[in-house]
């Protein structure tokens, strides 16, 4: 791969992103309601959030991918190819649409389980997407090649991978061989919507290896949702947590694991235990979500914190830069009492 | 209602297990599919036949005593007279042992003898159904072929538009028509079409063939059948092509509704592709099982539609043989009909073997 | 992939019809089964049908005066549907007709949704090699085409009574509804109320048909009705070909008699053979618009939104 564009040009930019769902006769509910950030070639991005935050549907967003009910009603989304050109990915037309998707931004779903035609093996797979991206039908030989190639580096063996159909796959096969997949046509950007949420532990290791492994040498940018912090630590240079339909805070993986300045980031944290080492006071965050059909007024945190005063609830906070820096990895929260946020964990007991 | 296909349970834990020679692995799975259907067929026909033996001989009142006592009593005929005739009727010997008989029979069916008429004695069974049959299995399987190509087009376009126009109107005209029995529509075809419309020829269109028209290899006599044909095939069309375009509908919604589609979307691949191998070939899977259900309606609906247009097949001859209690000819039928049934359910399961290779090679299997 | 699940899930709409329906069960069925128009038409059919064949009789009377001289004189404002052969009020026939049709239909239908269902439930419950057993014989029933099945039935030994016809019929026609019943059965089984229910040693006989079956109450009554169209269809066939009791006169009969006395060709003819078919037609079409509606209602994914 030719080395990346200039370091100052981002590959996505998402501003102001709105996304509707139709949930009945007429009326629609706001699941993003003003999404910006900007992501930079070979970074990786971490979304985190509770289930109904929006991460997922944000992830759809960006491949246009929304289910039927779903549609963006505001924003943009800009690509930027590596040629320098803009593409906005709202306004694409199918057929362009079509052949953008895969070569230059892929997408790997949650649970691989049932992402593969149960009649097709593997390898008609692969070469289904292969040919339809090329201009002139590539020889069976090529298709091989790439194919195989594709398998092995996510550590699979392509002989017996190609001519199996995917219920002979075990769950972390079919998720090593979506990755192969996704890599086929060398994308320049990698969504990952909770890629190891379905695998056990011990594949679950292998995954992440792999993806760590596969990002240098690809050098693919890279957007994963996760509701595993732990994850996300591990992969991302950046992380953004989500709360009701926009970003609460944005930052480095530094900046948030230790030194989280909104509320809700904070307790995420505190509310998952680590496996080792001494054991810390675990607090679940009180209350629940807010339904996205019956916001409150202002902070839409407000009614869980306990730092919340008038002002948070006359007007939702807009992200207040904290610590700047290039590349969009300022660090900044959606609060007014940012400053009030210490983050610690109190010890309850010894390792 | 739906058939019972076994879904895959949870996948073993991969073990990293040495490439098997799939070929010939392959070639012995397939075969042994094969042959265990094969294999339940002739099962199921042999129960099939031994509950026809035994409807006809061991229950109180069945035929074969009845057929005795009324050529005794009517005719005053010897027991032993009655006897022997009911013998070359039925096939069988009254002084021998149930067990005999039973194994008698077996031979006889395996022989292809199933007993010589009633009401036309010297010919048998046998030749009768070689006769009538043809015709029915034409009809209703061009019939068949038709509705479920009809089905198979609309459904697919009905679930690509859902709520569209042709969405309501075929689910409306599908439900009504399905409501209607066959054979009833059968009867207003000819009521309502010929006696009173008049703008079908029944009397020219009736019957299976026009008098005096030899079977042969010639456009003539297609395109004379087919005419004859028209009406049955109409009537069984009608009736099964909106069931056809609702199953065919829901299982492409369904399989709309699949990860793999939206995954294939995601990989940019092109539309067409993606309706014909991703959508089509997996929405019509649910479709084959059904197709033996089907069947069996169809035909069971072609002893009245036969009779309703004079068509001379199997239908019509079970409803002449009810008539006149030609008791042969009506276990011969229902045997023949039973197995045609069979084998259209083995057919269709070979066919969805072929199609799905979850069937083929066994469910949830990581090697 | 369940996108919908997560953000849709948070919302809470409220169900308005019920609530206004208020707590009795019944007005909720009911508001429910109003709510699509075709739920709407199918439960005023059956009603029709049903109010036309059970009380017609007894405002208009079981006898109907014949005058032979009179055979098929058309309709008039005496004898709306005019007279059949024998010089009888069609429609006064037609009044008289359903009583019988019906009563076979759902009795047929009631005795195969009991057998259907005892099998059915056992089969799922206890599993194993009983199960598959019995599953074998419910293929081997359901390749012999119903109707072939019941016609020879009828051929061989006479049909004297309607109570008779719904028996055999009810008899004959449980495997397809009990294959449906037993994969119900199999997906509750696994249910903690079950799981509860065993824990506390109750005996299977009680988990079979106290705890599972009350639960299917309403997948057994969508069944139960597609077994009455299933008979319906059965029995008038048996008319048709002459093997169903053909005292007294019921739809299946007038029909009957059309088609076999060539009626069916005769012009002045077709209101006697149109009426009772138009009847049975409204009949099933009402029953199946129902059953989708009550399958609507019980499961909520297959509404269209």
Request: proline share 5%; aromatic share 6%.
């Amino acid at each position: 791969m030719t080395p990346s564009t200039t370091p100052d040009a981002p590959i996505m930019s998402v501003k102001d992103l709105e996304v509707a769902y139709r949930t009945g006769k007429g009326t629609t509910v706001r699941a993003l309601r003003g999404v910006t950030f900007d992501l930079y070639p070979e970074s990786a991005l971490a979304l985190v959030g509770e289930s109904g935050c929006g991460k997922t549907t944000l992830g759809s967003a960006l491949l246009r991918l929304l289910p039927t009910l779903g549609e963006i009603t505001g924003g943009s989304i800009t690509y930027r190819r590596e040629d320098g050109r803009e593409l906005d990915v709202t306004r694409m037309r199918t057929g362009e649409l079509r052949r953008w998707r895969w070569s230059e931004a892929a997408m790997v779903f949650q649970g691989a389980q049932n992402a593969f035609n149960p009649v097709l093996t593997i390898g008609a797979q692969m070469a289904d997407t292969l040919i339809d991206h090329s201009e002139r039908r590539p020889s069976k030989k090529e298709i091989l090649e790439r194919s195989s190639e594709a398998l092995r580096s996510v550590r699979l063996e392509p002989r017996r991978v190609l001519r199996s159909y995917p219920h002979e796959l075990s769950g972390g096969m079919k998720q090593r061989t979506l990755i192969a997949m996704a890599l086929l046509l060398r994308p320049r950007l990698l969504v990952l919507d909770e890629p190891t949420t379905a695998l056990d532990i011990l594949t679950q290791r292998t995954v992440i290896d792999l993806l760590a492994e596969l990002r240098v040498e690809h050098r693919f940018a890279m957007i994963f949702i996760s509701h595993d912090l732990a994850l996300a630590a591990e992969l991302a240079d950046r992380v953004i947590t989500m709360y009701a339909g926009k970003v609460i805070e944005t930052g480095t993986t530094a900046d948030i694991f230790y030194g989280p300045k909104h509320p809700y980031t904070s307790k995420l944290i505190n509310a998952v235990p680590p496996v080792v080492g001494d054991l810390p006071e675990l607090a679940s965050i009180p209350g629940a979500p807010p339904s996205l059909a019956t916001l409150p007024q202002g902070c839409t945190f407000a009614p869980r914190c306990e730092l919340a005063t008038d002002a948070c609830r006359a007007a939702e906070p807009e992200l207040i830069e904290l610590v700047p820096r290039p590349e969009d990895r300022s660090h900044a929260a959606a609060c007014l009492h940012h400053d009030q946020v210490h983050h610690e964990r109190k010890v309850i007991a010894r390792a | 209602m739906s058939t019972d296909v076994s879904s895959p349970h949870t996948s073993p834990p991969a073990t990293s297990a040495a490439p098997t020679r799939r070929t010939s692995l392959l070639h012995r799975i397939a075969n042994s599919f094969i042959l265990r259907r094969l294999v339940r067929s002739l099962f199921v026909i042999w129960v099939v036949a031994t509950g026809v033996f035994l409807l006809v001989r061991l229950l109180p009142g069945n035929p074969v005593d009845v057929y005795i006592n009324q050529q005794i009593s009517l005719y005053g005929k010897t027991y032993d007279q009655a006897a022997a005739e009911a013998q070359v009727y039925f096939r069988f010997d009254p002084s021998a042992s149930i067990v005999e008989q039973y194994g008698g029979y077996l031979l006889g069916l395996l022989r292809g003898d199933l007993g010589t008429s009633i009401t036309t004695p010297g010919v048998t069974v046998t030749e009768k159904i070689a006769q009538y049959l043809p015709w029915t299995l034409y009809s209703v399987g061009l019939a068949l072929i038709i509705s479920i190509s009809v089905g198979l087009v609309l459904g697919m376009i009905m679930a690509y538009r859902r709520g569209g126009i042709i969405d309501n109107l075929v689910t409306v005209i599908g439900s009504t028509f399905h409501a209607i029995p066959n054979y009833l529509l059968a009867i207003l075809i000819v009521v309502v079409g010929a006696v009173q419309l008049g703008v079908i020829d029944y009397a020219r269109m009736r019957g299976n063939i026009s008098p005096g028209l030899e079977p042969e290899l010639s456009l003539r006599f297609l395109s004379d059948i087919g005419y004859h044909a028209t009406l049955p095939m109409l009537t069984y069309i009608l009736t099964t092509a909106g069931t056809w375009a609702l199953i065919m509908k829901s299982s492409t919604t369904q399989v709309l509704g699949e990860d793999y589609v939206t995954v294939a979307k995601a990989r940019g691949l092109k539309d067409v592709r993606i309706q014909s191998d991703y959508v089509g070939r997996n929405a019509l899977l649910p479709l084959i099982a059904q197709i033996a259900t089907q069947a069996g309606f169809v035909v069971g609906g072609a002893i009245f539609v036969e009779q309703t247009f004079s068509y001379e097949g199997v239908g019509l001859l079970l409803f002449e043989s009810i008539n006149t209690r030609d008791y042969p000819t009506i276990q011969g039928v229902l045997l023949v009909v039973t197995i045609t049934v069979v084998l259209a359910n083995l057919a269709a399961d070979l066919v969805n073997a072929a199609l799905d290779p979850r069937i083929r090679l066994g469910a949830g299997g990581a090697a | 992939m369940s996108l919908e699940g997560s953000t849709t899930a948070a919302l809470a709409v409220p169900a308005k019809r019920a609530r206004r329906a208020g707590r009795n069960p019944l007005a909720r069925v009911v508001s429910e089964m109003t709510r699509s128009v075709e739920g709407f038409i199918g439960l005023l059919l059956v009603l029709a049908v049903l109010a036309f064949s059970l009380i017609g009789p007894l405002i208009m009377g079981t006898d109907v005066p014949g005058d032979a001289s009179r055979a098929w004189e058309g309709p008039s404002a005496e004898h709306w549907l005019g007279l059949e052969g024998s010089g009888k009020d069609t429609f006064h026939l037609l009044v008289i007709g359903g009583g019988t049709v019906l009563m076979v239909g759902f009795l047929a239908a009631a005795i195969t949704t009991v057998i259907a269902v005892a099998i059915g439930a056992l089969a799922g419950y206890v599993g194993g090699r009983p199960d598959a057993a019995l599953l074998q014989l419910t293929d081997i029933v359901m390749t012999i085409p119903q109707i072939v099945l019941l016609a020879v039935v009828g051929a061989f030994y006479k049909l004297d009574s309607p109570a008779l016809l719904a028996v055999i019929i009810g008899v004959l026609t449980w495997p397809v509804l009990m294959r449906s019943i037993r994969a119900q059965v199999l997906s509750l089984k696994e249910r903690e109320f079950v799981e509860a229910a065993q824990l506390l040693d109750v005996g299977w006989f009680r988990i079979v048909f106290g705890e599972i079956v009350p639960n299917m109450a309403s997948y057994i009554l969508i069944n139960f009705i597609i077994a009455v169209t299933n008979a319906i269809y059965a029995m008038v066939g048996l008319y048709l070909l002459g093997l169903a009791p053909q005292r007294g006169t019921n739809w299946g009969i007038m029909i009957n008699d059309a088609w076999t006395k060539g009626a069916m060709f005769n012009p002045d003819a077709m209101p006697y053979i149109v009426a009772p078919v138009v009847m049975i037609v409204l009949l099933q079409l009402g029953l199946i618009l129902l059953t989708r509606t009550l399958e609507e209602i019980l499961n909520p994914r297959l509404r269209e939104r």
